[in-house]
């Protein structure tokens, strides 16, 4: 289900399952996009934003997604009518430190993990970079955010953006799924909070049965 251009970017995954997994978020995208739309999968046309962030190219209209996949899912967000960003990652993923994070935390963040240890400080710092790495697809430039300057919550909740030249509405939403006992998943959308919203989840497993890998791996489309 990946035209050319997503072929070519899939074989810039030099190891097979993170791949298969960029593979399977553009083939869920076309299945999740083409249902609602009522859509031939392959009718659909996918082109990206000066940033890189993908987008419905046709038909044009209102409807946004995002991709992500990370450990052994590959999701996919649609929101009508305003931005959304996904990113999903394995609550043990081991790269994942206080050092990597170093320069994206904001003062509030650094001290909520003060004191954490073991599995309670990695299931923080995931937290921390799903929200961040949501949050910063929704809007388009990605880790070119002032992220330092974004505190996302812990759980459901509101995140201030008035840091960000031009983000609207000022204040946007951020959610928090665990699709399985493994994963942790945030959804960002460029939403008010008082907005109403119904957010509805879909297991497409059936649709795209496949084999999950035996270790963790990560990225984002």
């Not at 990946?2 to 810039?12: F, G, I, S, V």
């Not at 993923?93 to 954490?116: I, K, T, W």
């Not at 300057?149 to 960000?164: C, K, Q, S």
């Not at 084999?211 to 963790?216: E, N, S, V």
């Amino acid at each position: 289900m990946l035209n050319p251009d997503e072929q070519a970017r899939n074989r810039r995954f030099l190891v097979e399952y993170p791949r298969r997994l960029h593979a399977a978020a553009y083939a869920l995208a076309r299945h999740a996009i083409g249902r609602r739309l009522g859509l031939p999968p392959m009718e659909l046309r996918f082109d990206r934003a000066p940033g890189g962030r993908p987008f419905l190219a046709h038909p044009a209209g209102a409807l946004d997604f995002n991709l992500a996949h990370g450990g052994g899912l590959a999701v996919c967000a649609l929101a009508d009518g305003c931005r959304v960003g996904i990113d999903v990652e394995p609550a043990d993923r081991p790269e994942l430190s206080l050092e990597l994070l170093d320069g994206l935390l904001a003062p509030g963040e650094r001290d909520r993990l003060a004191g954490r240890q073991g599995s309670a400080r990695q299931e923080a710092l995931v937290a921390l970079w799903t929200g961040k790495e949501a949050i910063a697809k929704a809007h388009g430039d990605g880790l070119s955010l002032p992220l330092d300057r974004l505190a996302v919550p812990e759980g459901d909740g509101p995140v201030t953006m008035t840091a960000i030249p031009g983000a609207l509405p000022p204040v946007w939403r951020l959610h928090r799924l665990r699709p399985d006992q493994r994963h942790r998943l945030a959804l960002a959308l460029a939403l008010a909070p008082d907005a109403s919203a119904l957010i509805c989840v879909h297991d497409a497993t059936e649709v795209f049965r496949g084999r999950r890998p035996p270790a963790a791996s990560a990225g984002s489309a």
